[in-house]
């Protein structure tokens, strides 16, 4: 069955250190691979998206991802974490190729100490 | 901007009563969805609807259902909530225009506790 798996239920990062948020998911077929954010009481905000072409995807705040195949991975990253990127982040698999469903992991919360 | 909106942002109900959560968004999208957060467990679908009186159920229908009368409006109905219904609910919607793989833009939740 398809799945998303966010190893890391919460990780603490100090403001300018480098961030990497792993992903792992279990899909068949090419996944559509994204990563979303939540800020405390807030709806989800997309940070970018992979579906196909470069394995190196950017996105909105300084944010980037790599998708592996052979890894089944498609890990979050930024060089330098700054204090309002604290939230929670979740990583999610468009399952059909309507892409109309997501099977969401279950999120990483990110906290950023100074 | 997609703007999509949520009636509440918090509700208290008391078990037994029907509740009805309202999802609003302005972009003439497609697809509508509804999905409950809970800690631990992450985003879950609850029903999504393609298109205009079209729905589907999702991962965790019980206990709920769906209507969807105009496209730009997408209701959850909990026909008789239960204390563990109490939870965050999160609307989306996502344009099909332009291919399969577009985002689906969520507005900001209602969280929802049932007595």
């Known amino acids: 069955a398809q799945s998303v798996t966010q190893p890391d239920i919460h990780i603490t990062v100090s403001e300018g250190a480098s961030l990497e948020l792993r992903c792992n998911y279990s899909?068949?077929?090419?996944?559509?691979l994204f990563w979303y954010v939540q800020s405390p009481g807030q709806g989800l905000q997309l940070l970018l998206k992979?579906?196909?072409?470069?394995?190196l995807v950017q996105g909105i705040k300084g944010f980037e991802a790599e998708f592996k195949r052979s890894q089944s991975s498609f890990n979050l990253r930024k060089p330098s974490v700054h204090w309002s990127d604290a939230a929670e982040y979740f990583c999610?698999?468009?399952?059909?190729?309507?892409?109309?469903?997501?099977?969401f992991g279950k999120g990483t919360t990110l906290s950023v100490s100074s | 901007d997609v703007k999509v909106t949520q009636s509440s942002r918090y509700l208290v109900k008391r078990t037994g009563e029907k509740v009805f959560l309202e999802c609003v968004q302005d972009m003439d999208h497609e697809n509508m969805f509804w999905y409950r957060q809970d800690p631990g467990l992450g985003l879950r679908l609850i029903y999504f609807?393609?298109?205009?009186?079209?729905?589907e159920k999702g991962d965790i229908p019980e206990g709920y259902s769906v209507s969807r009368e105009k496209k730009e409006r997408f209701s959850l109905i909990l026909e008789s909530a239960s204390t563990n219904q109490t939870s965050m609910y999160l609307c989306a919607s996502r344009s099909l225009a332009g291919g399969f793989y577009n985002e689906q833009f969520f507005g900001p939740g209602t969280r929802l506790t049932v007595l």
């Open positions: 999610a698999v468009a399952i059909n190729q309507a892409g109309t469903a997501l099977i």
């Open positions: 899909y068949g077929a090419t996944p559509y």
């Open positions: 609807s393609y298109d205009v009186k079209m729905k």
């Open positions: 992979y579906f196909s072409g470069d394995t």
